[in-house]
């Protein structure tokens, strides 16, 4: 699920995209700016990087490319086409927004966009020109704030109103099979072998085979969980590592969705779960990092290995690397990158994303 702008790590440099409608690139040996870019509307998506390219969209509508090489090199104040920068505006039809709020989809040769019209649309990587748009997939609510995610030819949507489609890759047709829950779908998909497992508004976690009409099964069993599943999970090994807004962290059978162990954080979990290496890293909304080593068997009492606390609103999506997670802070008036070491169980740096006036 989109609405909060995390982190991205690449080749040493820290991307994140501001509320106040800029790109920054930090440079994580030095700690400092290295360059940033004042797009004058609210990022919300996670920048993503692509050999020399970063892109993010806009709440305004907007995809940008921008070449990380050459900004690294000199400031520049506009777009520069010369080194394959550019910027594709998303139609706002007859919608009542064309916000890109979900995070950007990039593959081999293409960008997948959902957007706020409640259409999907592929751009080519290179111009950012336009390979197909979808239908409007969610009339009732007429916006798209789920990412879309990709198996082989096909891309898996979930909806507010309850849907799962299957597009074709190539042209963005709806292809044969659906998937409809009497509840909407609060975060976006997550593919392992051929099952879909997502998040709904009526505090479940689901579990979808592709092509079958009804649940493989759901989670909890009996009684729903204390919120909903907000944060897309993880799965690893054929466990699903859920975080909910009721606090808790579940890990999950795949197969049969039978309860393995939970973990109470206390505080709502927002974002999805981090692997690193063994290492399964949680944050909630506090700002207290679990880090949980899957190399050992955890018994009837969780007990992370690690517990750190940086005193910051964490709802974003955070990435690890190196021994290193990387974490935004949403609290405005703090406003800052947090970098914690794992093995030394504290903040390494951290670095104020607060506009020089």
């Known amino acids: 699920m989109g609405g909060w702008s995390g982190a991205t790590v690449h080749d040493g440099v820290v ?29 919300y998506t996670t920048p993503i990087v692509d050999g020399d390219l970063v892109y993010v969209g806009t709440y305004s509508g907007q995809v940008l490319a921008l070449n990380t090489t050459a900004r690294s090199q000199q400031d520049f104040t506009s777009l520069q086409k010369r080194y394959g920068e550019w910027e594709w505006d998303c139609p706002i039809d007859n919608a009542k927004s064309n916000a890109i709020v979900a995070d950007l989809l990039v593959s081999d040769d293409a960008i997948y966009v959902s957007s706020s019209n409640g259409r999907v649309y592929s751009l080519g990587k290179e111009f950012g020109d336009l390979n197909w748009e ?3 997939l969610d009339e009732k609510h007429g916006k798209l704030w789920t990412s879309p995610v990709i198996q082989d030819d096909t891309i898996y949507v979930s909806t507010f109103d309850g849907h799962i489609y299957a597009l074709s890759l190539e042209t963005g047709d709806l292809l044969d099979w659906s998937f409809k829950s009497e509840a909407g779908f609060a975060s976006s998909p997550v593919i392992y072998g051929d099952t879909i497992f997502l998040g709904s508004f009526d505090r479940h976690l689901y579990a979808v085979k592709i092509g079958s009409d009804v649940p493989m099964w759901k989670f909890p069993q009996e009684k729903p969980a204390g919120n909903w599943f907000w944060a897309s999970p993880i799965v690893n090994e054929g466990i699903v590592y859920a975080g909910c807004l009721d606090g808790k962290l579940y890990a999950i059978e795949a197969k049969t969705g039978e309860e393995l162990w939970e973990f109470d954080a206390k505080n709502p979990i927002v974002s999805s779960p981090v692997l690193m290496d063994n290492l399964l890293i949680v944050t909630d909304e506090s700002g207290t990092v679990y880090v949980f080593d899957l190399s050992v068997e955890i018994g009837d009492e969780v007990v992370p290995l690690k517990t750190i606390s940086i005193g910051a609103d964490v709802r974003s999506p955070f990435c690890a690397q190196d021994g290193l997670v990387y974490i935004r802070d949403e609290n405005n008036k703090n406003n800052q990158l947090y970098v914690v070491d794992i093995e030394k169980g504290e903040v390494s740096w951290n670095f104020s994303l607060t506009k020089e006036e």
């Open 134 to 136: 979808s239908k409007i």
């Open 15 to 43: 991307y994140v995209g501001s509320k106040d409608g800029r790109v920054v690139a930090i440079n994580s040996s030095t700690q400092s700016q290295s360059w940033n870019y004042t797009i004058n509307a609210a990022i």
